[in-house]
């Protein structure tokens, strides 16, 4: 849910600020349903190979 989404981002902000390390937000995206990551999608239904990368 959105809700728990939110709950995970603070608990990582949190845990990142604690050990004194701090995310670019300019380089973050929070709340997408499809990330895509060095050559793979990552959804809701897993991991997969990045259909543009497939010649």
Do not use: S
Request: charged share 25%.
């Amino acid at each position: 849910t959105w809700e728990r989404h939110l709950q995970h981002v603070q608990e990582v902000l949190q845990t990142l600020r604690k050990h004194r390390l701090y995310a670019n937000l300019d380089k973050c995206t929070f709340g997408m349903t499809k990330v895509h990551y060095l050559g793979y999608v990552v959804d809701e239904e897993g991991v997969h190979v990045d259909p543009e990368k497939i010649q």
